[in-house]
């Protein structure tokens, strides 16, 4: 069976699929790349670059999740599988609920650490998002602040929701990891 573009009520389609994915990779890479560069010195061949890198990155993935989130409400959602329990399904609704929270909050707080001084933001050098300035008192420490810890919690709430995945898959033994991956399920739908 071909993984159809839209979803249905059974299983997510290759564009929600797709979305999945590039936002797991872009969240844990952006973070290994913050993690990394804030302790990068003045002489480091890094200390401008992965900055920039960090920057390009998280502005582009606020517009890849300003559509992954447009292709959401205007998509069907599947029906959960009959052997999630009513806890599984709440928790479920609310993980990705304040996933997402989570990472609005986090990508708006990155652009106002970088603006606080007025100016813009380059993407690769090509285009650049301009600034509104400082809004608030010591605005680049206050929103570097809760960039970095709700960046914390958002790579922890992210490895419970995989590992969540996995128990489903490995233990559960059911299809909840096999339809964000595009695999035919068990029961051939």
């Given at each position: 069976?071909e993984?159809?573009?839209?979803?249905?009520?059974?299983?997510?389609g290759?564009?929600?699929?797709?979305f999945?994915?590039?936002?797991?990779?872009t969240?844990?890479?952006?973070f290994?790349l913050?993690y990394?560069?804030v302790?990068?010195?003045y002489?480091?061949?890094?200390?401008?670059t992965?900055?920039d890198?960090?920057?390009?990155?998280g502005?582009?993935?606020?517009a890849?999740?300003?559509?992954?989130?447009i292709?959401?409400?205007?998509?069907?959602?599947?029906d959960?599988?009959?052997?999630?329990?009513s806890?599984?399904?709440?928790?479920?609704?609310?993980?990705?609920?304040?996933?997402?929270?989570?990472?609005f909050?986090?990508m708006?707080?990155?652009y106002?650490i970088?603006?606080a001084?007025?100016?813009?933001i380059?993407?690769f050098?090509m285009?650049?998002?301009?600034?509104?300035?400082?809004?608030?008192?010591?605005q680049?420490?206050v929103?570097?602040?809760?960039?970095?810890?709700?960046?914390?919690?958002?790579?922890?709430?992210?490895?419970?929701?995989a590992l969540a995945?996995?128990?489903?898959?490995?233990?559960?033994?059911?299809?909840?990891?096999?339809?964000m991956?595009?695999k035919?399920?068990?029961?051939?739908e």
């Amino acid at each position: 069976m071909e993984l159809a573009l839209n979803n249905t009520k059974a299983t997510y389609g290759f564009i929600s699929v797709f979305f999945h994915w590039l936002s797991a990779v872009t969240i844990f890479g952006l973070f290994g790349l913050g993690y990394y560069m804030v302790d990068l010195t003045y002489y480091s061949p890094w200390y401008k670059t992965a900055p920039d890198l960090h920057k390009s990155i998280g502005l582009i993935f606020f517009a890849v999740m300003l559509l992954r989130v447009i292709w959401r409400f205007k998509q069907v959602t599947p029906d959960h599988l009959a052997s999630h329990s009513s806890l599984e399904k709440k928790a479920g609704k609310v993980t990705h609920l304040i996933l997402y929270v989570l990472i609005f909050i986090i990508m708006i707080m990155g652009y106002l650490i970088s603006t606080a001084d007025g100016r813009g933001i380059e993407i690769f050098e090509m285009i650049t998002i301009p600034a509104l300035g400082s809004i608030i008192e010591n605005q680049a420490d206050v929103a570097g602040f809760i960039h970095k810890w709700l960046a914390y919690l958002l790579i922890g709430l992210a490895t419970l929701h995989a590992l969540a995945a996995l128990k489903h898959h490995f233990i559960d033994k059911d299809d909840t990891l096999n339809r964000m991956i595009g695999k035919r399920q068990k029961n051939g739908e």
